[in-house]
């Protein structure tokens, strides 16, 4: 038991991290901790998590084979008519950076994180799933206090959180604007359906009231119908597992992207010799411009090893691959087992499923999802996903990390690998490092960057994005795990992260 402890637990929210650390000060395993800490973010980071979202948990027992859990959304059985459908854009302001969003009950894809989380308990967890969903239930009705990450999140998407009064109830206490940092977030009906849940299990939402309710709501302008909720499934995949420079990885596999790019990434990495910091990250970049033209499909994919990108371009031929917003959850106990879970929500499409509570996801609403216009996807396909939980594990320490971030997921994750297996960094000083991204022909800079470095990125790249400063774009990367039989837990401070040893 390193360092006569409990576990460790690093998530984007302190009520999060709170739920795993109580789970596990009760005998619970890193999977009831996860479980617990996944209700939670629920109550405490509604904008990034929801029952009706999905998302996808890798898990590492103490003894057995790793195995992936995809509860990622899932598309409807059928496409509805467009001119039914309540679907619709708006637009939300990043601090002078307009995006536009696509909302209403026709931008939700069927969702999996009910069940996913019921099928991790029942495979993994040792605690009754009412002792798991108790944080959950107290945070939703007594309230939580909205830190400054989250005012920041709900001010930012305005039109979707305050759409219409049943979230506007919720979310800006029944007023214009959302609710602002340190007041009270209550969420009375979320708490009864999680009692439900508890009492009832999983067949509530795919079956039963829930159920009803959701597809009463779809009747008037969705796309999700009884089939769609019966036929929906939990899938359980092999990890995607690699070497890197004596380190064992292992993430998510196809058809999810977000792994198979690290892997890539990583592959490009593993035979350079940099002599210096600065051609290191140098380095990081190059790789970084490489595998995104093979995302891109583009000549240079010979670059690569063909089997794997082969069967990357064979498994994504027309998968629908979905980029929203993210949060993640890692969690490290005292028996050897090891969580990642990384979960979304989109950024919810402005309804509630009426009278739970719970926010609808807007996946559908993506131009990446839909790129011959809207309206296209295929039909009954599991979305793909940047989502990347990832495991590492090298001599001294065996971690489990992941993050938010849409395109950034995959450079977050590739940079904090490299920093801790390559440049022998801590965890602490691993996620403290500044970041960059590469995204087409244009290179993002975090401020932190020696002036060595940043003038060899600029003399690489022909456009250059200065951020000045560390910034929740380049993601938030959670760690926990143990390193020279201690635990530890780093929480990203872009994405208001937390890092709990118990």
């Not at 002078?96 to 969003?101: A, D, I, K, L, S």
């Not at 690998?417 to 290179?443: C, K, M, N, Q, T």
């Not at 401020?447 to 560390?470: C, I, K, N, Q, Y």
Request: charged letters at 20%.
């Amino acid at each position: 038991m390193p360092g006569g402890r409990l576990g460790a637990v690093a998530c984007g929210h302190p009520v999060t991290a709170a739920a795993a650390a109580e789970v596990l000060k009760d005998g619970g395993n890193a999977f009831d901790a996860v479980v617990a800490a996944q209700c939670a973010a629920c109550v405490c980071e509604p904008i990034l998590a929801s029952l009706a979202g999905g998302g996808f948990l890798l898990a590492r027992p103490a003894s057995g084979d790793p195995v992936v859990y995809d509860f990622f959304v899932q598309t409807p059985l059928a496409r509805q008519a467009p001119d039914t459908l309540d679907f619709y854009d708006v637009e939300v302001d990043f601090g002078g950076v307009r995006q536009e969003f696509h909302i209403g009950v026709g931008a939700a894809a069927t969702p999996g994180y009910v069940r996913g989380m019921f099928d991790i308990h029942e495979d993994l967890c040792r605690l009754p799933m009412a002792r798991l969903m108790q944080p959950a239930i107290d945070a939703a009705r007594t309230g939580v206090r909205v830190t400054p990450l989250q005012a920041y999140m709900l001010d930012t998407v305005a039109p979707i959180c305050c759409a219409n009064e049943d979230v506007r109830g919720v979310y800006a206490g029944g007023g214009r604007r959302p609710l602002g940092e340190g007041n009270l977030l209550r969420q009375p009906e979320l708490a009864d359906s999680f009692e439900a849940l508890r009492d009832e299990g999983a067949d509530v939402f795919y079956a039963g009231e829930m159920a009803a309710s959701l597809v009463e709501l779809c009747r008037a302008g969705g796309q999700i119908r009884p089939g769609d909720l019966a036929s929906y499934r939990t899938i359980r995949r092999k990890p995607l597992v690699l070497r890197y420079r004596g380190a064992e990885i292992a993430t998510n596999p196809l058809p999810s992207t977000g792994g198979l790019l690290i892997a890539l990434t990583l592959g490009l990495l593993d035979d350079t010799e940099p002599q210096t910091e600065t051609q290191r990250i140098a380095n990081l970049a190059d790789a970084m411009r490489l595998t995104n033209q093979a995302r891109l499909e583009s000549g240079t994919a010979a670059e690569f090893d063909a089997e794997l990108v082969g069967r990357y371009r064979d498994a994504m031929r027309g998968r629908a691959l979905a980029r929203r917003g993210t949060t993640h959850i890692s969690v490290a106990d005292r028996e050897g087992n090891l969580a990642a879970m990384t979960v979304s929500n989109g950024e919810g499409c402005g309804r509630f499923i009426p009278g739970t509570g719970i926010a609808l996801n807007n996946m559908l609403g993506e131009e990446d999802i839909n790129p011959g216009g809207f309206h296209s996807w295929t039909p009954d396909t599991r979305l793909a996903s940047m989502m990347a939980p990832t495991f590492v594990e090298k001599s001294d320490q065996r971690l489990v990390l992941g993050t938010g971030g849409s395109n950034r997921i995959r450079s977050a994750i590739v940079q904090a690998i490299d920093h801790l297996v390559r440049a022998g960094f801590s965890p602490e000083a691993a996620v403290a490092a500044p970041r960059l991204h590469v995204e087409g022909d244009l290179l993002s800079l975090e401020g932190g960057f020696s002036p060595e470095t940043e003038s060899a990125l600029e003399d690489a790249f022909d456009e250059v994005e200065h951020w000045g400063r560390t910034n929740l774009f380049f993601g938030g990367v959670h760690i926990a795990g143990e390193r020279d039989g201690h635990f530890l837990a780093v929480g990203d401070p872009r994405r208001g992260g937390t890092g709990l040893v118990v």
